[in-house]
């Protein structure tokens, strides 16, 4: 079997599962909801420009405003980070125990199709959908700060790709959950680990607050668990570099500290690893 | 039999579920172009069994080949098409949608899936719903469509698991004739099904498991043939019944006022039976061979008979 057969096999099942994500009713609410939030945001933003334009010592006005907006900015990022995760593990959850509880997996399994081929299809698929969600609800949200109090904003493509990275640990997570657990069982696991790597956030903002280590080595320890909250914070280094209120831990679960790019590449890896483990197990499983 | 006449070879596979049987030790040859039916009760592991030939269920213990291949491997299920028991597709596609996928899944070009998609919708009579959600098919559409499906990449080798299950009889016969047609093309079926009329209208050879355990198997005539019996029906009692069918190397088996059952060494015993009786003062109305039918031997090997 050649690799362009194994990578035609893994694109088809990757075509299908893109569509059947996409007329899923989880998707509709999860766009509807992100539209409104923007909607929402745009419209608060548009009050924080008028109320921005404040008089003072030039350079005192200059800093508030850049801080300011910056909140303004991890304010809105934060909404987006949630329900992309969230629309992760709803997506993801059953993504092949439900194809085995309805049978739907014996037509394609019966095929010379690799149960790792299947597998990483499905994840291929989940993920195109969510990249693409991530980056224009990120996008959005970014670009309406930009525009209306004029953050500025540096690195963007690359804080971009890292909010587009930000929810496939969580997806990789649900999918190796999904070749083994029941979905509503698998699901519980996935809002579990995104808490696991909020709270750690949490408690390693604090620790940086009061200077404590042992909070800010559980909070990292945290994140090597689930590295979403990582990346999110990545992100945000790569947008606003200099942004003091960053720099204190101004907004829970956004990590006390900027994760070294050995937390981007342990994330990469966490994906693989999962996606492989995912392969791994459902291959030797009878169904 | 040699072995490029099979498709189907089994050597004393088994599948356990802990303690559960789900298959045990069955040895099993399935000859190229037949009809083999594959028949049991609930719950005996027909199944389990299929599951295993198509790689989704790994056996415990044992060795089988598949279109002289080992089980499991990955190259013969090119060959091999498979209709589910609980056939499910992804409903929310046309059967063109879902055949392009399936094709894809295949690496046929796109023209041969085209090519295939419609001759496998004509066969099983869906070329007018090709464009339509499977959602909206009744069960027994839905059913074709699965056919349609198992047949697209022309198998050497079909598992059909209850294949007709939520047909009406009109269809029924369709299916029965589709299978026929698929034999003359040098189609191997492996038909699992509870109908046992079907089963042996079409089959050539049947093997018989119950709880896990294979039971029977051979060629459908030779098992429906089994032994020699004769019913004569009488216009009054006999008396000399038992020493008429002794004569000739029988045994009287049933004797009621008007009718016995007399077991023979073979066919060619009839006549001297029926001179032995009329010697003996018998009045014959008439004498027929009782036929064994599928559903007899079946009761038979897998002892539901003995519940009735």
């Avoid at chain 2, 496998?120 to 469509?145: C, H, N, W, Y």
């Avoid at chain 2, 499906?149 to 007709?164: G, I, K, M, N």
Wanted: aromatic content about 6%; hydrophobic content about 50%.
């Amino acid at each position: 079997m050649s690799r362009g057969a194994t990578f035609r096999r893994v694109a088809a099942v990757a075509g299908v599962t893109l569509r059947e994500a996409l007329r899923r009713r989880v998707i509709l609410a999860a766009i509807l909801m992100s539209l409104g939030f923007l909607a929402l945001y745009g419209l608060g933003l548009h009050y924080a420009a008028k109320s921005m334009l404040s008089t003072g010592p030039a350079g005192v006005v200059e800093l508030f405003q850049r801080e300011a907006a910056a909140q303004m900015l991890y304010i809105g990022l934060f909404p987006t980070s949630f329900l992309v995760a969230l629309t992760a593990v709803f997506a993801g959850a059953g993504t092949l125990s439900s194809e085995v509880d309805s049978g739907v997996i014996y037509g394609v399994l019966s095929r010379p199709v690799r149960r790792a081929e299947l597998v990483v299809g499905k994840f291929c698929g989940l993920a195109l959908m969510l990249a693409a969600y991530a980056a224009a609800f990120n996008g959005a949200v970014i670009g309406l700060a930009v525009w209306q109090i004029h953050v500025p904003v540096t690195h963007w493509p690359a804080a971009l790709a890292m909010l587009v990275l930000e929810p496939m640990p969580l997806l990789a997570l649900v999918l190796a959950g999904s070749s083994r657990l029941p979905t509503l069982a698998n699901g519980i696991l996935g809002v579990a680990f995104y808490g696991i790597g909020f709270v750690g956030g949490l408690i390693e903002q604090v620790g940086t607050l009061i200077k404590n280590p042992t909070l800010v080595n559980l909070g990292i320890i945290s994140s090597l668990f689930m590295p979403l909250t990582a990346l999110h914070s990545k992100a945000l280094a790569l947008l606003l570099p200099g942004g003091l209120l960053f720099q204190q831990g101004g907004i829970p679960g956004m990590g006390g500290s900027t994760p070294s790019a050995w937390m981007v590449v342990y994330a990469v890896c966490y994906v693989l690893g999962l996606v492989t483990l995912a392969a791994g197990v459902f291959s030797r499983r009878d169904l | 039999m040699s072995d490029t006449d099979l498709v189907i070879r089994t050597d004393d596979l088994t599948k356990l579920y802990g303690s559960h049987v789900g298959c045990e030790q069955i040895c099993l040859r399935v000859r190229r172009g037949h009809i083999f039916g594959f028949l049991g009760p609930n719950g005996a592991g027909k199944s389990t069994f299929i599951k295993m030939m198509v790689g989704l269920h790994r056996p415990t213990s044992g060795t089988g080949e598949l279109l002289g291949k080992p089980l499991g491997d990955f190259g013969a299920r090119r060959g091999v098409g498979f209709l589910p028991e609980n056939f499910r597709y992804q409903d929310w596609l046309s059967p063109v949608e879902l055949l392009r996928f399936h094709g894809r899944l295949l690496d046929m070009e796109p023209a041969a899936v085209a090519d295939a998609t419609t001759r496998v919708l004509a066969d099983v009579g869906l070329s007018q719903s090709a464009d339509e959600k499977i959602r909206s098919f009744s069960k027994g559409m839905q059913q074709r469509f699965g056919l349609a499906c198992a047949l697209l990449s022309d198998p050497e080798l079909l598992f059909l698991d209850e294949p007709t299950s939520a047909l009406d009889p009109l269809g029924r016969a369709e299916v029965r004739q589709l299978l026929l047609d698929l034999r003359e093309r040098g189609t191997t079926v492996f038909l699992n099904s509870h109908l046992l009329g079907e089963v042996e209208q079409v089959c050539d050879e049947v093997a018989v498991i119950d709880h896990g355990r294979m039971v029977e198997s051979g060629s459908l005539a030779d098992l429906l043939s089994g032994p020699c019996e004769v019913e004569v029906l009488l216009a009054e009692p006999a008396s000399g019944a038992a020493e008429a069918a002794a004569r000739v190397g029988g045994r009287l088996l049933t004797a009621e006022p008007d009718l016995l059952v007399i077991g023979l060494p073979d066919e060619e015993s009839v006549p001297g039976l029926v001179e032995a009786l009329v010697a003996s003062g018998a009045r014959i109305r008439s004498v027929s061979r009782r036929k064994r039918t599928l559903e007899s031997l079946f009761l038979e090997v897998t002892g539901e008979g003995r519940h009735e």
